[in-house]
């Protein structure tokens, strides 16, 4: 009796002395018990209050809600989920934090979930399958109700984990005729095939790429090699760079090798991103290099400054926002057991022609 009437004059106290004394006398972590004991009722009622308002009175419940505020208690969400089998929560895996690529796609898929009560957890792979594997098995451990993977090629053992959770699955940036679950993007073979024609036929004889060294850039760069070979019958220059964050000074990098140690020039250089792309026009400016005459450029993603670029850059889109909201809809379909016209949802792609090539 003496604990709760302690309790009660706490209850009392003006706001200041409150946060002067701290949420609980005598210190400690804030416990459903403590909340319980403030509001004078048992934890058994504040736990129904939290789970089901409507079983307990507006009286207790107001009470109870006071309690909350004034202690900050945050109810254990956790628990809650292993109770209903729901936690509301969705792991989404990305190579880059930083690539507007994954951000844009992120946002319009990150919204349509919050507006249906779904809650992120986001983690970044940085284009390691290892890395990808490890944040599968701790994502999965914390019981998301669904997972947003990036690309469709993971190790094995973060394929049989991700089947055997029983847990949706979209795959996304990518196509396979063999999903996880399901997946929603585009081709990126296709991608490189297209940009390879584009160039014939606006007259290029030469050709080079600069490619980031990831799974995804290299199927874009595989087939653009393999297609305009075919085509023309001319050996492609190849540059890669290591995984990492695409950047101007590689592609000015790029250029310079190009043209000062292999003697390229009248060509037309097809990049993994737009920012090596931006990186080629900024060098050949600086050379006093015609573009695209003595070297063009193909970027891939249109980015906001593609279009504003000098030359304006012709680039590949791809809509990312777009392809965020169709990996929404996939993902909440699947959690209404509501059947999905194809399990592969291809969004495509524009060769967007500007100056630049």
């Not at 944040?135 to 019981?143: A, F």
């Not at 653009?224 to 890669?240: A, H, I, N, S």
């Amino acid at each position: 009796m003496t604990r709760l009437r302690r309790d009660k004059a706490f209850m009392d106290e003006p706001d200041k002395t409150r946060k002067r004394r701290g949420p609980l006398p005598g210190g400690g972590a804030v416990t459903m018990t403590t909340v319980g004991r403030m509001a004078g009722v048992s934890q058994v009622t504040v736990s129904r209050a939290l789970s089901d308002p409507s079983k307990v009175s507006p009286e207790t419940l107001a009470r109870i809600r006071e309690a909350i505020r004034t202690t900050g208690f945050v109810p254990n969400a956790l628990a809650g989920a292993l109770a209903s089998r729901k936690s509301n929560l969705i792991a989404a895996l990305v190579p880059s934090f930083t690539n507007i690529v994954y951000s844009s796609l992120l946002h319009g898929f990150s919204e349509i979930m919050r507006q249906n009560g779904y809650q992120i957890m986001l983690s970044e792979t940085g284009h390691d399958s290892e890395r990808e594997h490890s944040l599968i098995e701790t994502h999965l451990s914390r019981r998301p109700d669904g997972v947003l993977l990036t690309g469709v090629h993971h190790s094995p053992g973060a394929r049989r984990m991700l089947i055997g959770s029983g847990i949706p699955v979209v795959e996304v940036w990518d196509i396979s005729e063999t999903p996880i679950d399901c997946c929603v993007g585009f081709s990126h073979a296709a991608t490189g095939r297209e940009a390879a024609e584009f160039a014939v036929a606006a007259g290029y004889g030469r050709a080079a790429t600069v490619t980031a060294n990831d799974a995804r850039a290299r199927r874009r760069r595989d087939a653009f090699v393999r297609r305009f070979q075919e085509l023309t019958g001319t050996e492609v220059l190849t540059m890669d760079y290591a995984p990492g964050t695409a950047t101007l000074g590689h592609g000015r990098a790029a250029l310079c090798d190009l043209v000062d140690h292999q003697g390229f020039m009248n060509g037309v250089v097809f990049c993994s991103s737009d920012q090596y792309a931006h990186g080629l026009l900024t060098e050949a400016a600086a050379r006093g290099l015609a573009v695209p005459r003595q070297i063009a450029v193909i970027g891939f993603g249109d980015q906001d400054f593609a279009a504003n670029t000098y030359p304006a850059l012709t680039t590949v889109r791809v809509d990312r926002g777009a392809l965020g909201e169709a990996a929404a809809g996939a993902m909440l379909s699947r959690f209404r057991d509501e059947p999905l016209p194809d399990s592969v949802i291809d969004v495509g792609f524009q060769l967007i022609r500007r100056e630049s090539a």
